[in-house]
């Protein structure tokens, strides 16, 4: 599974828009690119998913690169509940790779 | 409630006792998963089912873990011979199967179980 990279922690300001970073400069063609958070005790859930062109959904935005290597979830306005654990994940879409491979992903704080 | 359940939420046990974890996915789901999370880190794959076969096993799941799944509904997951180091969030998630030529497949979550050896 390729590696994606980013950063341990983020801070941002309640109502403010929050733009969470990752590089994945290794992906191939048919990799997508998933977004899962974790809130505090509780299992991971789904955020966003994308190929290439970039998504929205109720949640958030991905906004993808041209070249792929990295992309950026988007909160529109955080809010307390967004305080989270934030992961990108890589999954192989040919191959069918079932398992989700989970780096330690960014621990977003969001102050009132 | 329709998400996926786990039973028990919390045990404590002692070094060298045998654990089950019950895992009921959401009811429509074919595909099962098992992680494991320790603190700090992110959740690691143990094992997958499609219905009641077993696909793909992690080298994490050593011979003192077994997981079945044998109607293609709920899942368990056996500890035996705990460690300590086997002290953990056991997590459990379900997705259904990839339909047409999409292979996009969200899973969805439980809460987990937390499993602390003494």
């Known amino acids: 599974d390729a590696k994606t990279t980013q950063p341990n922690s983020m801070e941002s300001n309640e109502e403010e828009p929050v733009h969470l970073p990752c590089n994945h400069s290794t992906i191939s063609g048919t990799d997508y690119i998933h977004w899962y958070r974790q809130l505090p005790s509780q299992g991971p859930e789904y955020v966003i998913h994308?190929?290439?062109s970039n998504v929205n959904n109720r949640m958030a935005s991905l906004a993808i690169a041209e070249d792929r290597k990295s992309s950026t979830l988007i909160l529109h306005r955080a809010t307390l509940r967004d305080a989270a654990v934030y992961y990108c994940i890589l999954r192989d879409s040919i191959q069918g790779a079932q398992k989700l491979v989970f780096g330690q992903g960014t621990r977003l704080t969001i102050n009132p | 409630d329709t998400g996926v359940s786990q039973d028990p939420r919390h045990k404590i046990t002692k070094r060298g006792q045998n654990v089950t974890f019950r895992c009921d996915p959401i009811?429509?789901?074919?595909?099962l998963y098992w992680y494991r999370q320790t603190l700090g880190q992110g959740p690691e794959f143990l094992t997958y089912f499609q219905n009641e076969a077993q696909l793909e096993k992690s080298r994490l799941l050593s011979d003192r873990f077994s997981a079945e799944r044998p109607k293609g509904s709920f899942s368990t997951l056996e500890i035996q011979r705990t460690e300590q180091g086997d002290s953990a969030m056991y997590l459990c998630a379900s997705s259904r199967r990839s339909s047409g030529t999409s292979r996009y497949n969200e899973q969805f979550f439980g809460p987990g179980t937390r499993l602390t050896v003494l």
């Open positions: 994308g190929l290439t």
């Open positions: 009811s429509e789901h074919n595909r």
